[in-house]
């Protein structure tokens, strides 16, 4: 084998859907571009795009924990005068709007 050959051989590395979810964990708050983050990590950037995808489309296996909340209440320490009525608009991305309204 020449050297040539040997520079640019690549080594595969197997990782687990685990080990992509940490990775994907650290890219989100690294700010980088995925470009520059699979530079800096040697990690193909298409092997980077395939699982990406492959885990956007399955559900986390990790569970909530046991005191997790789903909800919050949220609540006005001062009291607000009643108004004749209200228009709440939520863009929810992929052409999903939700809107609330309470009529006079």
């Not at 685990?18 to 520059?36: C, H």
Request: with cysteine; hydrophobic share 30%.
């Amino acid at each position: 084998m020449s050297a040539t050959n040997k520079e640019t051989k690549h080594l595969r590395i197997k990782r687990t859907p685990e080990q992509w979810r940490v990775i994907f964990d650290r890219y989100l708050a690294s700010g980088q571009t995925s470009e520059q983050f699979c530079r800096e990590q040697g990690i193909s950037h298409s092997t980077f795009g395939h699982w990406r995808t492959k885990l956007r489309k399955q559900p986390s296996s990790q569970p909530l924990p046991a005191d997790a909340t789903l909800f919050t209440e949220l609540t006005s320490e001062v009291p607000t005068p009643v108004s004749p009525g209200w228009d709440i608009e939520l863009q929810l991305g992929a052409d999903v709007v939700l809107r609330l309204r309470r009529s006079c």
